[in-house]
């Protein structure tokens, strides 16, 4: 456990935030990637819960850290 643990922190952790624009039938994702060891964050996107949306975050790339 303690080593994945170790393996998961070197890469950004992604993160979600639902909103809504106008009513509540019009729901957003706010997608972010975040570094733990520097302030900031390093990428985000706007859209919908699907893979889709979340692969633009999935790729990036180690060197970023």
């Not at 070197?10 to 957003?28: A, C, I, M, Y």
């Amino acid at each position: 456990m303690r080593l994945k643990l170790k393996k998961f922190q070197k890469s950004p952790t992604p993160d979600e935030l639902q909103t809504f624009v106008g009513n509540k039938r019009n729901k957003l994702w706010i997608w972010t990637a975040v570094n733990h060891k520097q302030a900031g964050i390093l990428a985000w996107v706007v859209g919908d819960r699907s893979a889709e949306t979340f692969k633009f975050l999935w790729f990036i790339p180690h060197s970023a850290l």
